[in-house]
């Protein structure tokens, strides 16, 4: 029999508080189907170059509001961050514009990627079994200005994998079909088919992007994508992305088993921007550079794009201002290291003014750029721990001098950033009501999804582990009141602008578990379709009597870590009708089934769906079903099934 390892989840419903904040109006966002929605005015609008030095000169794009009239005028500067665009009368899109329901009018931007195989040499060790867009690790960097739509026709030149992508942490306001998610949203990509993607980035900051197939953002699949936008810190200078992530040596399908059989699957390597240096592999330019000028601020872009790792960032000799947590703006706080979990993303000033513990200036020409393996957040083995120092400030153009500096005294301790230090700059709208009596449904046992001779053991954070149908998405069963349970949807039908509030937890006291395997583990937590409030993050077993909520204006992001043994609370506005995915962010985990759908307003979304609007999501399907129907396309034609793991 399947045994289920879970963190459990308890949904709350508030039906009779009367929402504290004002009533949002959605933004519009028909115009993303408009044709001609790239057609300039002749209104004389602003066209400038975000603040952006690309090291690819080819990668500088120019934000173009022509059709907001000659009024408007940017007011970014290096000592006016906070300010986007300035208007008639004292109007301005800036750092305290609630851009949940307000955002400037940009153009439409197109790009295109062509997933396909590549062998990969990140850190001196060929990967063989790579998988890619455009021939490149990382893809490439996917950039727009605040209020542009994106449209991006994605390529599937695999032989044996289906694929879509995913736009983390895009909030897809009324665009439920665009999020990316194969058994979801919609079927996977067939090889030789091609699929495109159109929505608008009515939020601004840095994320990523990465194929939600199965394993396959761990092979290669995944690129940076910044929203330009104002910023809560002033800086002169930004660098361009830095990826970090942990890497292995063969693909997640070849190893996916060791985890399905109750052991974590080993890592190999720490990558910064698709560079890494593993000890025994060739030598060569495997390490991650940047160049400093003193006396300057630089804006670095960070996220974690890894499989397993939760890593601590830091600069030797260097302190840095943290001024926004995923999507959300925040009051920016001071420290000399940061946390960043899997999926997160942090916007940090950096002063290029390197001093010593003493407090003197350090006049050195190098400096390392650590990424450290947090303690049980990662996979890499005991004395296997890759190198931390995977990257290198340099103080003179070209240089190629080796850094002799020394880690900081700081806490690598597994967490999240200070609760209290990720203040929302925007708090119109997130005072949250206080919720009812509690009341929480136990987690009950189940198999899960049969596989043949399956003794596995899965992740669930519902009341099953999820196993999705790629050919048969939640978007096209939208007439169902009775959901396949292997789907683990969860509906939640509330009026508009009323809160879902959900519990997660990973032990508790006060509620039986069922005989499901409550593993005292952290997770990573990641919600599509929204930025969720965290009410509360604790690291003590969960019991009712712990709770302490924080309503007004709480941390907001789209990913949380769930601390090993303790629980969060989370809520968000059922203000964006579509089947949510919520999942853990270790890719091991989402594919052994540790997610679960919530379907936010039903009929609503049913409405939304329009014969044309699913017209493209058909389409998919039939050429999925009629590529998989083929037993030539399949790696081994001999297997009993094809799809061992959740799918997503």
Known sequence: ???????????????????????????????????????????????????????????????????????????????????????????????????????????????????????????????????????????????????????????????????????????????????????????????????????????????????????????????????????????????????????????????????????????????????????????????????????????????????????????????????????????????????????QRYHVVVEANPRNPDGKPNLGEAFWMRTIPSPGCHNFQPGGIPDERQGIVHYKKGSTAYPFTSRGNFSITCRDEPFDKLRPFVAEGWVVPKPGPLSVDPPVPGRGHPLPNDQFVRWAIGPRNLYINFSDPTILNLEKTQWNPDYVVIPKDLPEGKWIYMIIFGNTTSVPSNARGLIPVAHPIHLHGHDFALLQQSTTPFDQTLLNLKLDNPPRRDVILLPANGFVVIAFKADNPGAWLIHCHIAWHASSGLAMQVLESQDALRKQMTAARLAPVEKGCASWDKWFSDPKNLWDRNVSFFQEDSGI
């Open 1 to 343: 029999m399947k045994l289920l390892r879970d963190c459990w989840v308890a949904l709350l419903d508030l039906f009779n508080a009367v929402t504290l904040g004002p009533s949002f109006n959605h933004l519009d966002s028909q115009h993303v189907l408009d044709a001609d929605y790239n057609i300039k005015d002749d209104n004389g609008g602003p066209v400038f170059a975000p603040p952006s030095r690309p090291q690819d000169p080819n990668a500088l794009i120019t934000c173009d509001y022509s059709r907001m009239g000659r009024e408007w005028k940017p007011c970014s500067t290096p000592t006016s961050r906070a300010c986007w665009l300035a208007g008639p009368g004292g109007q301005e899109y800036n750092i305290l514009t609630n851009y949940e329901t307000e955002a400037p009018t940009g153009i439409l931007r197109k790009y295109t990627l062509t997933a396909e195989e590549k062998t990969i040499n990140a850190d001196g060790v060929p990967m063989p079994y790579g998988k890619v867009f455009d021939g490149k690790y990382p893809g490439k960097w996917i950039q727009a200005c605040w209020g542009d739509t994106l449209e991006i026709t994605v390529k599937n030149n695999l032989r044996f994998n289906g694929t879509t992508v995913h736009w983390h942490g895009l909030r897809q306001l009324d665009s439920l079909e665009m999020d990316g998610v194969n058994g979801v949203t919609q079927c996977p990509i067939a090889p030789g088919e091609s699929y495109t993607y159109r929505f608008r980035a009515v939020q601004y900051g840095t994320s990523w992007y990465h194929s939600h197939y199965s394993l396959q953002y761990g092979d290669g699949m995944a690129g940076p994508l910044t929203i330009h936008g104002p910023h809560s810190s002033d800086y002169d200078e930004p660098k361009d992305p830095i990826l970090m992530t942990d890497w292995n040596h063969r693909s997640g399908f070849q190893d996916f088993y060791i985890e399905l059989g109750g052991a974590g699957v080993p890592m190999d390597s720490i990558l910064l921007n698709g560079k890494g240096s593993y000890a025994g592999g060739a030598q060569g330019d495997f390490k991650y550079s940047t160049t400093f000028e003193r006396g300057k601020k630089y804006l670095l872009r960070l996220i974690n794009t890894s499989v397993a790792a939760t890593f601590v960032f830091a600069i030797d000799n260097h302190k840095m201002t943290v001024m926004s947590s995923d999507f959300v703006p925040i009051h920016p706080y001071e420290t000399d290291h940061v946390v960043v979990g899997i999926g």
